[in-house]
């Protein structure tokens, strides 16, 4: 099984690189945001759950979060693999990540982390935000507020990961074919 971890600031083109991971190796893509929406809609207990912390503009614990993707792995039993995306965010959900998939014997295969130089990053998303009309890509100071809020709290999932030789920096400057082709070499390597 082919389990991995997409990551990178924002900006560095996980959403994009993550549906040719998708297509390339038939994962299941599995959102924090969407599981989260998913859930709620159905009105599951885990959904209703993360509904009362949302309504009260609390985060949704890791242990909801946990539940969400424990009964996606239930009801994707031949998958070939799953594509996180969105979580972890920190060492705490990367340790209760790996406790859950360990219970399964489907760990980490690898943590791709799509590496972009800070000048780009503010300009994909400023782009982005022309597009898409998104208010958080088209102010500089928010965009800047996000990239060090990814460097403090998420960036130490490097060094996590990394100790587990599961760490895969790759080059995410250039055109989406080229970054896509330096994910597929990367990711043709890794055990299953």
């Not at 590496?115 to 994909?124: A, G, I, K, P």
């Not at 080059?171 to 043709?188: C, F, H, Q, Y």
Request: aromatic share 6%.
């Amino acid at each position: 099984m082919l389990n991995l971890v997409l990551f990178g600031p924002p900006g560095a083109g996980k959403g994009t690189q993550a549906e040719f991971l998708i297509d390339s190796y038939r994962l299941i893509h599995l959102s924090t945001g969407d599981l989260l929406r998913s859930e709620i809609a159905a009105g599951s207990s885990l959904g209703l759950e993360a509904k009362a912390f949302m309504d009260k503009g609390e985060l949704v614990p890791d242990a909801v979060v946990i539940g969400m993707i424990r009964t996606t792995l239930a009801a994707h039993p031949g998958a070939g693999g799953f594509i996180f995306d969105g979580f972890p965010r920190t060492v705490e959900q990367a340790e209760a990540l790996d406790r859950l998939l360990e219970e399964n014997g489907t760990p980490i295969s690898g943590m791709l982390s799509l590496e972009v130089e800070h000048q780009e990053l503010v300009n994909r998303l400023m782009g982005r935000g022309l597009v898409s009309g998104r208010p958080d890509d088209q102010d500089v100071s928010v965009i800047e507020n996000r990239i060090e809020v990814y460097n403090r709290k998420t960036a130490p999932l490097i060094g996590y990961y990394g100790a587990q030789g599961k760490h895969f920096g790759i080059n995410g400057m250039g055109s989406i074919p080229e970054i896509a082709l330096r994910l597929k070499e990367t990711v043709d390597r890794l055990p299953r």
